[in-house]
């Protein structure tokens, strides 16, 4: 029996249509059609930037794309990278276009978005000028909050364990000691030192928190990339990622709130300068003082909801980053036994020495932060590290305005299309950065007048750009200078085991084998 004839006509009317949707428009109509593709099939189809994220290979995969084909490329029919900074990251980030849905679908707790996951301009720069005070370089660098609790995590948690494993010849694992140690300092800052954690002495509760906290790693693609897949596998019973990830969520959640909770207690005590937990008593602070000018209506469990979520991503993020970087600078630096006696001698030269064991542990004392911040040795190997080992490689995305933008010399690039650059790639590039792959630490020591410089400063994206740029870079520069000073003033480090040190492919790396064992000698 033959078909009706306008059910043929409708079929094939359906197929053209179809065709012309998904296929002639995105490959060869579309205004994204004249950027190069970094897979034959990305003009047409997401699944290979899908398949590339989902093996972990998104960082490499994308730079190789730039390196075929330039500095924007097109990963999918509605997403482009891009790695340039004029008509680039100065477009994109320092243009203001507004964040991706990427970021409250991965990083928003408690329900609620913080700062770093808010997309609109508007709402995240509220709550930036809520906390840039006591996150500004000056205030830091003044802060007798921070000072006192340097000494006390160092002279009384980190050094001593140092001490002893140098005196027993015992090898260390720096990860992990690298984690517990810019927990306690990042837990100080922003909660106070008496109700901040203890990582550094107590490895249980280290492991309590850790644990649940990395074991939900493997599983970030899919709130990442496929949220709306995850949320309707599990209205059919057939979740992707498994319950025990939402239940180390909640536990996780659970552990932080009892912190703001604690902090609360030392809101208004005076007995310590480092018991003041400056960073959750400004938000709340700032956010009642809102408020109270009718800027904002909180319930009371909306607001400590809220300031829970903006402490959890600031301790997260802030003590993680700096964990990364730490351990690849170690590493390094235990590959460069020349490289340690020229930062020895420069961290000598501070006034008080960072000197362990010191005479009288009553007269520890630290050097001004200003004074460790000037030595132009220990700058460069940081930026070095950041570098070319930059904790957060992976994507940045936003989306593309109304009225659309051009990138790179590429016009009537339309609005709404998923754009992004990665430190990953940027810090790759020949032209700036010769032999990018090296370790190279005499390139930042340069006149600070030269021209290099200045081109690599404005094409270093370790902390961002932008008016959204990380609100701690400050703070992790600071933290990271104190720690490698009061390191290589009393010991040389050497490797024992690097093996798996290689960096995952991530958004937020770290080594495949989540480790470093290094042994400590002293000087």
């Known amino acids: 029996m033959a078909l009706p004839i306008f059910s043929v006509s409708t079929a094939c009317a359906i197929l053209v249509l179809a065709l012309y949707r998904y296929i002639i428009y995105p490959a060869f109509v579309s205004p994204l059609a004249k950027i190069p593709t970094a897979h034959f099939t990305s003009s047409i189809s997401p699944a290979w930037i899908l398949w590339t994220r989902f093996r972990g290979r998104n960082n490499v995969s994308t730079y190789n794309a730039h390196r075929r084909h330039g500095p924007v490329v097109r990963l999918a029919p509605n997403e482009i990278s891009v790695n340039c900074v004029d008509g680039g990251i100065r477009t994109i980030y320092a243009g203001g ?15 609620v978005v913080n700062m770093f996951s808010t997309v609109e301009h508007h709402g995240h720069s509220a709550r930036k000028r809520m906390l840039s005070n006591v996150y500004s370089k000056s205030f830091l660098q003044g802060s007798p909050q921070i000072r006192e609790n340097s000494v006390i995590l160092l002279r009384d948690r980190f050094l001593p364990s140092l001490q002893e494993a140098a005196e027993r010849g015992t090898a260390v694992e720096v990860h992990e000691m690298n984690n517990e ?90 007995t310590s300068t480092g018991a003041e937990p ?134 009537n690039i339309p609005a709404n299309v998923r754009v992004s650059a990665m430190a990953y790639t940027l810090h790759r590039n020949e032209d700036v950065f010769p032999e990018p792959e090296k370790w190279r630490v005499d390139r930042w020591l340069k006149p600070t007048d030269s021209p290099e410089l200045k081109e690599m400063l404005r094409w270093f994206w370790a902390f961002g750009s932008g008016g959204r740029m990380c609100i701690g870079s400050h703070l992790a520069m600071q933290e990271i200078k104190l720690i490698v000073a009061a390191i290589y003033s009393n010991y040389t480090t050497s490797i024992i085991s690097d093996e798996g040190i290689e960096a995952i492919d991530a958004y937020t790396t770290r080594p495949r084998s989540n480790q470093l064992i290094l042994k400590f000698e002293h000087v």
């Open 97 to 111: 276009m507004e964040k991706h849905r990427w970021y409250p679908d991965q990083f928003a707790s408690y329900g």
């Open 181 to 270: 140690f810019t927990m306690d300092f990042m837990s100080a800052y922003l909660f106070g030192i008496a109700n901040s954690t203890k990582f550094s002495i107590n490895h249980v509760e280290t492991r309590q928190f850790m644990v649940p906290y990395h074991s939900r790693r493997h599983y970030e693609f899919y709130s990442q990339e496929v949220p709306r897949l995850n949320q309707v596998t599990k209205k059919i019973g057939l979740p992707i990622v498994p319950q025990w990830v939402d239940d180390a969520n909640e536990r996780i959640e659970a552990w932080l709130l009892k912190m703001c909770e604690g902090a609360n207690s030392y809101l208004n005590d005076t």
């Open 278 to 411: 400056v960073v959750y008593k400004q938000l709340k602070a700032a956010i009642e003082k809102n408020q109270a000018k009718g800027l904002g209506t909180y319930a009371t469990d909306r607001m400590r909801l809220e300031i829970a979520s903006e402490m959890l991503d600031h301790l997260g993020a802030g003590h993680e980053t700096s964990a990364i970087a730490l351990t690849y600078l170690f590493w390094e630096m235990s590959r460069h036994p020349d490289l340690q006696r020229k930062l020895h001698d420069e961290v000598l030269a501070l006034e008080p020495r960072i000197l362990w064991p010191p005479e009288r542990k009553q007269g520890f004392d630290l050097p001004s932060s200003k004074s460790i911040d000037g030595l132009p040795l220990l700058h460069a190997i940081i930026m070095e590290t950041l570098r070319l080992h930059a904790p957060i490689p992976g994507v940045e995305p936003r989306v593309t305005p109304t009225g659309g933008c051009t990138l790179a010399g590429y016009s």
